[in-house]
């Protein structure tokens, strides 16, 4: 069986160096800072929320206990219980 020569091009060395953008350091640190916000924001975001809903529980549950109360209150003041 022969076997086949993998031939690959050899590199071309750079006669000189590539072009340099002046202001990719600059832009790749706002893009960092910018992930960074979003990351930090999403986690306050998430932590509101929890609060938002138990805060919301704990006045619906008040106002169904309130109602109910009454609700029994009028029903015993009307039927004589």
Known sequence: MARLAHKTAPLAAPEEDPPIDPEAVERAYR??????AAKAKRHRERRWAGVRFWFVLAVTAAVAAVLAARTLGEIERVFGL
Request: charged letters at 50%.
């Open 31 to 36: 893009i960092h800072r910018a992930r960074r």
